[in-house]
């Protein structure tokens, strides 16, 4: 048997693998190259190829001191950083929930699943249309049913624009989430549970000390998919406010630079690879900590 898999291990493999270096790898090399020259997008300023417009880190440089930049490095960071906490919490309550039912649970799944199904700008310009017609017309306006400043007018403000994609992603990806973590739950032995009900362990303290260090290989899955989608976020920012009242987020940042710039996309490309750097650090980190706890858990 083995030597058959030996046999046919490159002829299957090799496809993906070019494949993978065609539309994956090989343009990250050029685009790596690209952001240490003035690249213009269809020609190279001071040169006719990249190393005769080679300027250095001078895009990095200019990149860290661009104001926009900075402002969306921030905006990204208090984003994604109320998002793993409240795409986790919903998506883990939800998955109590179903945990705990007997019956219509398939009925439940498809339902937070759903959402899930949604996406890109039709998704942001379908909550544009909610947030400025049904929350700031008819529900929480002056005149509306339950007058509520918060949630008017939540795309014209960079603090309000953040409840309104948190509340996107949140209503998009927690279905996700919440199927990671059923199948989590559904791996731990009931015996666990027995035995912390035969110490006297109430619902509470079997959460603490039986189900979170047991649900620890699925914190580990759904924190990087949630840290890294929202640090990659972009439809909702362009559909709500397209980045006006200060809402950049990284993503749009770097769609925009050429227009801020007069077409300079080796800046563009430099934010790029400093956007690549900032997701594979944070990313790691977070995996290598929450295995830590994956560990201490055994």
Not at 12 to 26: D, G, H, N, Q
Not at 93 to 99: E, R
Not at 247 to 268: C, E, F, H, W
């Amino acid at each position: 048997m083995n030597s058959i898999y030996k046999k046919w291990f490159v002829p299957f493999v090799l496809p993906a693998v070019v494949l993978f270096a065609m539309v994956v790898l090989i343009p990250f090399i050029v685009g790596f190259l690209y952001s240490f020259s003035a690249w213009r997008g269809v020609y190279f300023a001071g040169g006719q190829n990249v190393f005769e417009a080679w300027v250095g880190f001078e895009n990095y440089i200019k990149s860290f001191q661009n104001e926009h930049f900075r402002n969306a490095f921030i905006y990204t960071i208090q984003f994604t950083a109320l998002a793993v906490v409240v795409v986790n919490f919903i998506s883990f309550a939800q998955a109590l929930l179903l945990h705990g039912l007997g019956k219509c649970v398939g009925i439940f799944r498809a339902t937070f699943f759903l959402p899930n199904l949604l996406g890109g700008l039709a998704l942001g310009y379908i909550w544009l249309f909610i947030y400025e017609n049904v929350f700031s017309t008819m529900l929480f306006g002056e005149k509306g049913l339950l007058p509520f400043d918060l949630l008017t007018n939540m795309t014209q403000n960079a603090n309000k624009n953040l409840l309104a994609m948190l509340m996107i992603v949140t209503w998009q990806m927690s279905g996700y989430m919440m199927i990671i973590y059923v199948t989590g739950l559904a791996t731990i032995p009931d015996d666990l549970y027995e035995a912390a009900a035969m110490d006297g362990a109430n619902y509470w303290q079997k959460l603490r000390h039986v189900t979170l260090p047991m649900l620890m290989p699925s914190f580990t899955v759904v924190f990087f998919l949630v840290l890294s989608g929202c640090f990659k976020l972009l439809d909702p920012n362009v559909a709500l406010t397209n980045g006006e009242f200060n809402t950049r987020m990284l993503a749009l940042q770097i769609l925009r630079v050429p227009k801020d710039t007069s077409n300079n996309y080796g800046m563009a490309q430099a934010q790029a690879v400093i956007f690549f750097i900032i997701i594979a650090v944070v990313s790691l980190t977070q995996v290598v900590m929450t295995k830590r706890k994956e560990i201490e858990a055994q």
